[in-house]
């Protein structure tokens, strides 16, 4: 026989759903168990140790013996009753040994005790079904595969259980049978699955999910048992569909989750103090400050007479520092309120070239009125800050709440003029710089993004990453002269999450910092349009790479890279920032360093790897060479630091490198010979079309791998209507060839949204100042970004799926 299945415990073999009694009882308990069909009762006393067997032999030996005819169960003892023997046994003892001991008696028990390594009774070892077993695994010449499973459940520290189909458990640890089997029903599936009813004391929350998953687990079951001193415990089961050889068997583990449920209900008890304490602080100390405001501006107006000099900067003073402090106990509301979920927006169409502006005229107010910046800069007395708007003309409107988005932009913008004033322009007596500030409003593959940017202090590498952490502060020395809890950019990152988008940024010392609000496009399109964004890359974010690492030196060069291959760069610096970038702006890329704060990299991978929603996302880490190697992980690929550009681009999803000759379709007479010179002079081939449905007969012949169109030509917007119904031009990259700037591509590219268009910017050969090589290299990294423009089909897919939804 297979010395595996000889050496394996007897525990396999033991039958642990057994009739019990426990001494002192009477008779009438045990015989009920045998009219319930139980032809043996197992007796234990106080100690749970076992005493013998009852069973219908020991009643007629009982009958035999005494006189009396009559046989009144409740009234005689079982301890008075002659038990069938019960040897006991370890139940570690492997099955070889147990064979070897009972082959040196004559007469053997039939039934064995199994018992754990205090004496304690685990289960039931009937002699008969263990050899009828081995006798099966013998003629089968292999282990089963359930026996080679049940010693490794055996060996865990958690409650395991295996179960089939039909609800019978095949096998337990003794984890499980301590802690839940006595107090769950018999029946495995009654605690594995839902139930309709529940009879026992159990209560069971379930929280059921109707959306469709590639993998369809078992829903895991709490159940909560109370003890007699009145504490109570809970335990998580979660239930595993086995696969393989295994098909047809369930595998349960359970999980004690007492404590963060205890703890879970402690955090929401403070969660509601605070609300409340806060609540309480909002109206109490706002009240009064309504008072000292509105008394300090009368005083200022010269409403109860004249002041002096002296006297009208005192009031100004006690007037701006109520309207700080008013502001300061605002964003600790909003704070608290975005943290515990109630902070509502109201969400409208608005102009966000309006919300800028009028964002911008506020920064600029509060400055104005803020004398400390007078009194501890040198500015002249009518001195205004200057803050540069940069907007792309195709960004009109926004579904966002105006409101909030004012406010979102009002604290950036403060913390930039905070922040742009170097040490040495702390002192009075050097003459101050003003600061240079700035709003770019762009288009980022379907998001708008709103960059507040600076040129000062930056932001020192280590203190990065605690950016958004609550109450956190660059400089202590500009803490003191500038009021704030360093709340505000937390709260804008609520609000910016709470619109659906997220926010972002990078800094450098004695550079700047550029802090990228990110909000998606407005929701209100009509059907037709969300059909034909399917064929689009820009919605689906195919180029938008979320970068995630800690070092300044290589967040400048990954960033600078991928924006010369045309990519957007989203940043993290810790591993919950990751994920829920990653969750919220569906990269298409994720690159990952293995040392970040709070979760390692490889923490982050596995979260992202399990998560149906990040799942399907590529992820590559980033490590050094010196690093440990890890052999089993779920990265689509690792790039080894100091990473090179070649090495990069092999990642990077939609990314295909042009060629360098490629064939080019234009129209006769549309295109300047001077620019048709300038493409032969690359080494492209051009080939020439009378119209476009003759350019479309030649697509079939030589296959054209880019469209040319002369962007200054007034009859574009109709070569691009009819380009739009032919066979085989719509599907191919084209390229709109201008002598300036084409600020017309965004919407465009909106009008046309089946195909997939493209500008060529500031193409003056005209210009006596634009160098030759400059617009040579203009010309070829516009048809190389052309030609990588791929839409995948993957994108395709979960575009058509969302929409589904």
Known sequence: MDSLILNQSLEIYGQ???????????????????????????????????????????????????????????????????????????????????????????????????????????????????????????????????????????????????????????????????????????????YIFPIAETTSKISTNQHVDNSPQVLAPNVPVTHQFCTTDGSSFTWQVISVALQGSLKGMDLAI?????????????????????DEFLTCINHELKTPLTSVIGIASLLSNNTFGELNERQSRYVKMIHQSGRQLVSIIDNIFDLAKAESGQLELYAETVLVKDICQKSIQQVKKLVQQDST???????????????????DPTVQTIYADETRLQQMLVNLLSNAFKFSFFPSELVDDVPSITPKIGVTVRWWEGWLAITVWDQGIGIPEDKQS??????????????????????????????ARLHGGDITFVSQVDVGSQFTILLPPETSRKHIQLEQLEKRIDISHGRLVLLVETSSDALDWLRNTLADF??????????????????RLQPCLILLSSNIPMLSGWDVLVLLKGDPITQHIRVVMMKHANEPKINSHQADGILIKPIKAEELSAFLPNYVAAPKSLKLLYLNHNLDESVIGLLQEIGHCLLEAEDLPQGDALSKIWQPDLVLLNGDNQFLLQYLEELSHLELLPNLPIL????????????????????????????????????????????????????????PHSFVNTASANRDR
């Open 373 to 391: 910046i007078f009194r501890n800069y040198n500015f002249e007395e009518d001195w205004e800050l200057d803050i540069h708007l940069d907007m």
């Open 566 to 583: 045309n990519y957007q760069v989203v940043i993290a610096r810790s591993g919950t920032e990751a994920l829920e970038k990653a969750r």
């Open 16 to 190: 642990s759903l057994v009739a019990i009694c426990r001494l002192p009882t009477h008779t009438a308990e045990a015989l009920s168990f045998l009219q319930k069909g139980w032809s043996n009762v197992v007796v234990l006393d106080q100690n749970d140790l076992p005493q013998g067997l009852f069973n219908a032999r020991c009643l007629l030996n009982w009958q035999s013996q005494t006189d009396n005819c009559a046989f009144v169960a409740p009234s005689i003892a079982l301890e008075d009753i002659d038990l069938e023997p019960l040897p006991a046994i370890s139940i570690s003892m492997t099955t070889s040994d147990f064979l070897q001991r009972i082959s040196q008696y004559r007469h053997s028990a039939e039934i064995w005790a199994l018992v754990d390594d205090n004496g304690k009774f685990t289960a039931l070892l009937e002699v008969s079904k263990l050899l009828r077993s081995l006798m099966q695994s013998e003629q089968s010449q292999s282990p089963t595969i359930i026996s080679l499973l049940l010693p490794l459940i055996y060996q865990l520290p958690l409650p395991v259980m295996v179960s089939d189909r039909d609800g019978a458990i095949v096998g337990m640890n003794s984890a499980w049978r301590n802690s839940l089997h006595e107090s769950l029903p018999n029946n495995a599936e009654t």
């Open 466 to 495: 605690l950016v958004f952490q609550k109450f956190q502060q660059v400089e202590n020395v500009l803490t003191r002269r500038f009021e704030g809890t360093g709340s505000s950019l937390l709260l804008t990152r609520h609000l």
């Open 254 to 274: 359970a999980y004690d989750i007492s404590a963060q449920k205890n703890l879970a209900q402690e955090l929401a008890g403070l969660s509601r103090v605070k």
């Open 736 to 791: 709109i060839i201008t002598k300036s700037a084409l600020t017309e591509i965004n919407w465009l590219q909106n009008r046309f949204i089946n195909l997939n268009l493209h500008d060529c910017m500031s193409l003056d050969l005209d210009n006596a100042d634009t160098a030759r090589s400059e617009i040579l290299l203009s010309l070829h990294q516009s048809i190389t970004n052309a030609i990588c423009y791929v839409v």
